[in-house]
T-cell receptor, first 113, second 114 residues
Framework: DGGITQSPKYLFRKEGQNVTLSCEQN?????MYWYRQDPGQGLRLIYYSQIVNDFQKGDIAEGYSVSREKKESFPLTVTSAQKNPTAFYLC????????????FGPGTRLTVT | AQSVAQPEDQVNVAEGNPLTVKCTYS??????LFWYVQYPNRGLQFLLK??????LVKGSYGFEAEFNKSQTSFHLKKPSALVSDSALYFCAVRSNSGNTPLVFGKGTRLSVIA
C-alpha cells in the first residue's frame, strides 16, 4: 500500500448525497485508476487517467465523476445518480506504459443508507 | 477485447502441499500478465508479472507463475503452501498493442488449512 493513500478508510453517507473519495500518490506515477470491488465480481474499472488534465471512462463510469488537476491526486466523486454506491473503492497508480504494474491504495469502504 | 477467467472461486489446500491458482486469458496481440494478492479489507499487492522472455516467472513470497501461450494460461503456483497465504488472488491482463488498462479476473479465494 505504500506510496498511495486513500481517505477515509470508512465512509458513511445518506442516500441522495454526493461524496468525494480522496486518492493521493507520491510515486511520481503518470497514470491513476479507480476501481470498484463488490463480492464475487472482482475489480471493475470506473475511471482512469494517464496524464494530468485528462481522463477516460472505464466500464462502469455512470454515476461517478473524477478530476486530475495535479499529478499526485485523483479524487473520485460518487454522485446521487449512482444507483448502488455501497462498495469498496480502490485507487491505483502506475508508471506510464503497458509493462508497469499497478500499485494500489488501502481502499475506502463506502456505505450509503 | 481483453478478458481474464479464473475458473475457481475457491481453492483449498493443506499447509505444506503445493498450490495452484488457475488463470486463462484472451487478448489481441501479445499479453502482459500480472498476479495480485488481497488480504481482508486491504488493497491489492503485486506478486509477479510476465512481460516477455522466460515462461516461468518468480515473484514475491515464494510464488511463481508459468506462462503458456498455446493454452493461453498463466497459473500461479507455490511449492509449499503456508496458512498465511490464505487470501484473495487476482489475475490481470493487458495487450501489448493499443492503450487499454488492465483487465482483472473475478478473483480466487485461497484457503490453506493447517
Amino acid at each position: 500500500d505504500g506510496g498511495i493513500t486513500q481517505s477515509p478508510k470508512y465512509l458513511f453517507r445518506k442516500e441522495g448525497q454526493n461524496v468525494t473519495l480522496s486518492c493521493e500518490q507520491n510515486l511520481n506515477h503518470d497514470a491513476m485508476y479507480w476501481y470498484r470491488q463488490d463480492p464475487g465480481q472482482g475489480l471493475r474499472l470506473i475511471y482512469y487517467s494517464q496524464i494530468v488534465n485528462d481522463f477516460q471512462k472505464g466500464d462502469i463510469a455512470e454515476g461517478y465523476s473524477v478530476s486530475r488537476e495535479k499529478k499526485e491526486s485523483f479524487p473520485l466523486t460518487v454522485t446521487s445518480a449512482q444507483k448502488n454506491p455501497t462498495a469498496f473503492y480502490l485507487c491505483a497508480s502506475s508508471i506510464e506504459g503497458k509493462r508497469g504494474e499497478q500499485y494500489f491504495g488501502p481502499g475506502t469502504r463506502l456505505t450509503v443508507t | 477485447a481483453q478478458s481474464v477467467a479464473q475458473p475457481e472461486d475457491q481453492v483449498n489446500v493443506a499447509e505444506g502441499n503445493p498450490l495452484t491458482v488457475k488463470c486463462t486469458y484472451s487478448v489481441s496481440g501479445n499479453p502482459y500478465l500480472f498476479w495480485y494478492v488481497q488480504y481482508p479489507n486491504r488493497g491489492l499487492q503485486f506478486l509477479l508479472k510476465y512481460i516477455t522472455g522466460d515462461n516461468l516467472v518468480k515473484g514475491s513470497y515464494g510464488f511463481e507463475a508459468e506462462f503458456n501461450k498455446s493454452q493461453t494460461s498463466f497459473h500461479l503456483k507455490k511449492p509449499s503452501a503456508l496458512v498465511s497465504d490464505s487470501a484473495l488472488y487476482f489475475c490481470a491482463v493487458r495487450s501489448n498493442s493499443g492503450n487499454t488498462p488492465l483487465v482483472f479476473g473475478k478473483g480466487t479465494r485461497l484457503s490453506v488449512i493447517a
